[in-house]
């Protein structure tokens, strides 16, 4: 179980969900069907907003040190990017269907993404000969021609294993041993290989699949990503924290050099690792709107109930960081910085092999750790010997950051903890990306 944050109730379990659907499921979940054969972890929770529903890709930890992903699967109602397309084109916009497919997007795609960050022609040009990693537990077998349909269907450059742009390995590096298959976790990784594909087309992508979603395993597959010369590792998902993580900061995450992000979580206010390690970028989530402004977007913190929406707080365990200096947590602080997670503003994406047979929509902050990996790749290498965790913190209250004003995920005493506020807060940390400047040492 979560250790309760400060300023913040205990409550009854990391994993519940209010509802007696929810409860059922997750009964089903313990009852045995395991991770391979995946359940889904809540049935659908609704935003009274845009009634889109949706339900978890993955299936819950079952036992201590396991992570969960954090994909949210959008399975009915209308989307911000229907409602934006049928404005446009003067219709009522047509519901996402019960199965969750479609046979066109109905999410943002790389343009909206692009637009909405300041990625400009210039920026997203960017990414050359960079390579980013995506770590995910489990194989995924329709991968790389998932990515394929997702990428032609959006005019970016061929990414396969043939021209050398996409590579997939198991946690020790292999090619052709890889791990059991699961079809939330290959959801998961569908979602991850389109943002990074998205926000820097030029990337080469590599995906490290590790056996299970312990952190071990999970921990090993990060290694074995910046050992096979990754500069940039996305990782959405999380757990608990515990006593064993800063043993899991030296093992596994203490990369200088290497520009690592990791989801700030779905569960509402409170801190998960390994967003709270001190050596990774924490990436918390916004809902993500078109608006008349001269950004054209509009933000805040994505929160659809006091048990769902963008993870914050102050870590239990994790030592804070000597760039981190914000006065009210004495620990690390998450998040750091933010991008779209809310599933009514979800993106789209190809995937075959999970729930969907062709187009879904996602969101949860699995959606806003691989974008900002892909912000960083397109700002370039970082140096040797720095962690790019701190980037941020010297761009912070400067144009190269979108300051996200308003919000709450939750409830706490320390304010700043749980609600957005101008300058850094814990939801958003200093906001979401305007170009790549923010993102360079």
Same mark, same amino acid.
């Given at each position: 179980?979560?250790?309760?944050? +400060?300023?913040?109730?205990?409550? =009854?379990?990391?994993?519940?969900?209010?509802?007696?659907?929810?409860?059922?499921?997750?009964?089903?979940?313990?009852?045995?069907?395991?991770?391979?054969?995946?359940?889904?972890?809540?049935?659908?929770?609704?935003?009274?907003?845009?009634?889109?529903?949706?339900?978890?890709?993955?299936?819950? =930890?079952?036992?201590?040190?396991?992570?969960?992903?954090?994909?949210?699967?959008?399975?009915? #109602?209308?989307? *911000?990017?229907?409602?934006?397309?049928?404005?446009?084109?003067?219709?009522?916009?047509?519901?996402?269907?019960?199965?969750?497919?479609?046979?066109? !997007?109905?999410?943002?795609? !790389?343009?909206?993404?692009?637009?909405?960050?300041?990625?400009?022609?210039?920026?997203?040009?960017?990414?050359?000969?960079?390579?980013?990693?995506?770590?995910?537990?489990?194989?995924?077998?329709?991968?790389?021609?998932?990515?394929?349909?997702?990428?032609?269907?959006?005019?970016?450059?061929?990414?396969?294993?043939?021209? $050398?742009?996409?590579?997939? %390995?198991?946690?020790?590096?292999?090619?052709?041993?890889?791990?059991?298959?699961?079809?939330?976790?290959?959801?998961?990784?569908?979602?991850?290989?389109?943002?990074?594909?998205?926000?820097?087309?030029?990337?080469?992508?590599?995906? %490290?699949?590790?056996?299970?979603?312990?952190?071990?395993?999970?921990?090993?597959?990060?290694?074995?990503?910046?050992?096979?010369?990754?500069?940039?590792?996305?990782?959405?998902?999380?757990?608990?924290?515990?006593?064993?993580?800063?043993?899991?900061?030296?093992?596994?995450?203490?990369?200088?050099?290497?520009?690592?992000?990791?989801?700030?979580?779905?569960?509402?206010?409170?801190?998960?690792?390994?967003?709270?390690?001190?050596?990774?970028? *924490?990436?918390?989530?916004?809902?993500?709107?078109?608006?008349?402004?001269?950004?054209?977007?509009?933000?805040?913190?994505?929160?659809?109930?006091?048990?769902?929406?963008?993870?914050?707080?102050?870590?239990?365990?994790?030592?804070? =960081?000597?760039?981190?200096?914000?006065?009210?947590?004495?620990?690390?602080?998450?998040?750091?910085?933010?991008?779209?997670?809310? =599933?009514?503003?979800?993106?789209?994406?190809?995937?075959?092999?999970?729930?969907?047979?062709?187009?879904?929509?996602?969101?949860?902050?699995?959606?806003?750790? +691989?974008?900002?990996?892909?912000?960083?790749?397109?700002?370039?290498? +970082?140096?040797?010997?720095?962690?790019?965790?701190?980037?941020?913190?010297? *761009?912070?209250?400067?144009?190269?950051?979108?300051?996200?004003?308003?919000?709450?995920? $939750?409830?706490?005493?320390?304010?700043?903890?749980?609600?957005?506020?101008?300058?850094?807060?814990?939801?958003?940390?200093? #906001?979401?990306?305007?170009?790549?400047?923010?993102?360079? $040492?």
């Amino acid at each position: 179980m979560r250790t309760t944050p +400060p300023n913040r109730p205990a409550r =009854p379990g990391r994993w519940r969900r209010m509802g007696s659907a929810a409860v059922a499921t997750a009964a089903l979940v313990f009852a045995g069907l395991g991770t391979a054969a995946h359940a889904d972890a809540a049935t659908s929770t609704k935003s009274a907003s845009s009634k889109v529903t949706w339900t978890r890709s993955c299936a819950q =930890p079952k036992k201590k040190g396991e992570m969960a992903c954090n994909a949210l699967r959008v399975t009915g #109602g209308v989307t *911000a990017f229907q409602r934006q397309q049928a404005k446009e084109k003067g219709i009522t916009p047509q519901a996402v269907s019960p199965k969750a497919t479609s046979d066109t !997007p109905t999410g943002y795609g !790389p343009s909206d993404l692009q637009s909405a960050y300041g990625l400009t022609d210039a920026a997203a040009a960017n990414g050359s000969g960079e390579t980013i990693a995506i770590v995910d537990a489990y194989d995924d077998p329709n991968a790389e021609s998932d990515l394929a349909q997702y990428r032609s269907y959006y005019g970016l450059p061929d990414c396969t294993s043939d021209s $050398g742009c996409f590579t997939k %390995v198991g946690q020790t590096g292999s090619t052709t041993s890889l791990p059991s298959a699961d079809s939330g976790w290959a959801g998961e990784i569908s979602l991850d290989l389109d943002m990074a594909s998205a926000v820097c087309p030029n990337c080469n992508i590599l995906l %490290v699949e590790a056996n299970s979603a312990s952190m071990t395993d999970l921990g090993t597959a990060v290694n074995e990503a910046v050992k096979l010369g990754a500069k940039f590792v996305s990782n959405s998902y999380g757990g608990a924290e515990s006593s064993s993580d800063s043993t899991y900061d030296s093992s596994y995450f203490k990369h200088p050099g290497v520009a690592i992000t990791v989801s700030a979580g779905d569960e509402g206010y409170g801190a998960e690792y390994p967003a709270a390690s001190k050596y990774v970028t *924490a990436v918390g989530g916004t809902a993500l709107s078109t608006a008349s402004n001269s950004r054209g977007w509009t933000e805040k913190v994505w929160s659809t109930s006091s048990t769902e929406g963008t993870g914050s707080g102050c870590s239990v365990y994790d030592a804070k =960081p000597s760039w981190q200096t914000d006065s009210g947590c004495s620990k690390r602080m998450i998040a750091d910085v933010s991008a779209v997670a809310d =599933p009514a503003t979800g993106v789209s994406v190809y995937d075959t092999y999970g729930d969907g047979t062709g187009w879904v929509t996602y969101g949860g902050t699995s959606a806003s750790s +691989p974008i900002i990996a892909g912000v960083y790749a397109l700002a370039g290498t +970082p140096s040797s010997n720095s962690y790019p965790a701190q980037f941020p913190y010297h *761009a912070a209250g400067t144009s190269a950051l979108n300051d996200v004003t308003s919000g709450s995920n $939750g409830s706490c005493t320390t304010g700043y903890f749980c609600t957005a506020r101008s300058g850094y807060d814990g939801p958003t940390g200093w #906001g979401t990306p305007e170009g790549v400047g923010a993102f360079t $040492g």
